[in-house]
C-alpha cells in the first residue's frame, strides 16, 4: 500500500476526485483502525460554482477552502452530520472534493460517522497523518460520472454538472 502525499492532492479536483474512486480510506481514531474503500467522490469548484461553500467568499467558515491541498475541511451539516472533504489544487482557488461513500457506507454522514470523523480533524492534512489517511493498493476501477446531489439551493447549471463519481460494481 501507498499512503497518498500532498502531490496528489496539489491537483484540480476533477483530477483528483475519480482517481481517489478504489483508495482505502484509513482511521485510527481511539485506537482503533478501521479501513474502508472510497466508492463515491464530489467535486465543488471555485467562487462560480454556485453549491460550493466558496461561493459567497473568504468567511471563517470557508478560510479553508482558499488554502493548501491536502487538507482537510470537516463541516456540520444540517446542525448533526460531519461531512469530511479533502482541499485540493493552488491556494486561493477554493475547490475540495467530498468523500461521499464507501463499500458499507452509503451517503457522507453514514461513513463520517463509522469512520469516526468530527469537526476536531477540521484543518489538518491528510499527508503524514497518524489519525487518517488515503492508501493505494495500485488497483485499477471504472466508474461513472452522474449530478451532484442535495445541491437544490445551487443555479441550475451547477445541479447538472456530472461532478459526481461513482465507483461501478467490479474493477
Not at 469512520?115 to 487518517?132: D, F, H, K, R, Y
Request: proline residues 2%; neutral net charge; contains cysteine.
Amino acid at each position: 500500500m501507498t499512503v497518498l502525499g500532498e502531490d496528489f492532492f496539489h491537483r484540480d479536483a476533477l483530477d483528483v476526485a475519480p482517481q481517489l474512486l478504489g483508495k482505502m480510506l484509513v482511521t485510527n481514531i481511539g485506537g482503533e483502525e478501521k479501513r474502508v474503500r472510497i466508492t463515491e467522490t464530489e467535486v465543488y469548484r471555485g467562487v462560480e460554482d454556485t453549491a460550493c461553500h466558496a461561493h459567497k467568499g473568504r468567511t471563517r467558515r470557508t478560510e479553508l477552502l482558499f488554502g493548501e491541498s491536502g487538507i482537510i475541511y470537516v463541516y456540520l451539516c444540517y446542525g448533526m452530520h460531519w461531512l469530511m472533504n479533502i482541499i485540493t489544487g493552488e491556494k486561493d482557488q477554493p475547490q475540495g472534493v467530498l468523500i461521499r461513500a464507501a463499500q458499507g457506507y452509503e451517503g457522507p454522514a453514514r461513513l463520517t460517522k463509522y469512520l469516526g470523523v468530527t469537526g476536531e480533524l477540521n484543518g489538518a492534512s491528510i499527508v503524514g497523518n497518524p489519525i487518517v489517511r488515503i492508501e493505494d493498493d495500485g488497483g485499477q476501477y471504472r466508474y461513472i460520472c452522474k449530478k451532484r446531489v442535495g445541491i437544490g439551493y445551487a443555479d441550475k447549471a451547477d445541479r447538472d454538472r456530472l461532478w459526481r463519481f461513482c465507483l461501478c460494481d467490479g474493477k
